[in-house]
């Protein structure tokens, strides 16, 4: 990036730490559903190449 100096990317990555912060460490509340994903990759030789 062009034109932009030293401090405002230290300003920048201020509001992010802080931004980043505040969600890491606000309440969770109430249900949160999920999905568990779970995967085997398998290597195999196809037409002589690994895929």
């Known amino acids: 990036m062009d034109g932009i ?3 405002q990317v ?3 990555c201020e509001d992010i730490d802080e ?3 505040a969600l890491l460490h606000r309440p969770i509340e109430g249900d949160w559903p999920y999905l568990w ?3 085997t990759y ?3 030789r196809q037409n002589g ?3």
Do not use: Q, T
């Open 5 to 7: 100096s030293k401090s």
């Open 19 to 21: 931004r980043v912060h």
């Open 42 to 44: 398998v290597k195999v």
């Open 37 to 39: 994903i779970d995967a």
């Open 10 to 12: 230290s300003r920048l």
């Open 49 to 51: 190449r690994i895929v």
